[in-house]
Nanobody
Framework: QVQLVESGGGLVQAGGSLRLSCAAS????????MGWFRQTPGKDREFVAA????????YYADSVKGRFTISRDNAKSTVYLQMNSLKPEDPAVYYC???????????????????WGQGTQVTVSS
């Protein structure tokens, strides 16, 4: 089983930037790709971004397009989420997960992913 560990969260002012990392260990991560999600208390886990194994397919939620960038370094078994121009609506616990199938290519949802990390908290001050 693969273990995923997120890092890089923290407190940042609105308009600022953070870079999240998701490091994988154990078996080779899914060839279906990796994704980032976020969750706030009382709400469902929300899709943020996903990237296929070879980075030929990249998807973003409309709410983060143009501000967030997902990338991966397969040699380091790490996926990144560069978050720029952070807004007051971006605070959440951010999770990474591996794709369970190609189903997420059509419309990424949490059920299309597995092996969730423990999450990293992102806080944005106004």
């Amino acid at each position: 089983q693969v273990q995923l560990v997120e890092s890089g969260g923290g407190l940042v002012q609105a308009g600022g930037s953070l870079r999240l990392s998701c490091a994988a260990s154990g078996r080779t991560v899914s060839s279906y790709g990796m994704g980032w999600f976020r969750q706030t208390p009382g709400k469902d886990r929300e899709f943020v971004a996903a990237i296929s194994w070879g980075a030929s397919r990249i998807y973003y939620a409309d709410s983060v397009k143009g501000r967030f960038t997902i990338s991966r370094d397969n040699a380091k078994s790490t996926v990144y989420l560069q978050m720029n121009s952070l807004k007051p609506e971006d605070p959440a616990v951010y999770y990474c997960a591996e794709g369970a199938s190609t189903a997420y290519y059509a419309s990424p949802t949490a059920r299309d992913f597995r092996s969730w990390g423990q999450g990293t908290q992102v806080t944005v001050s106004s």
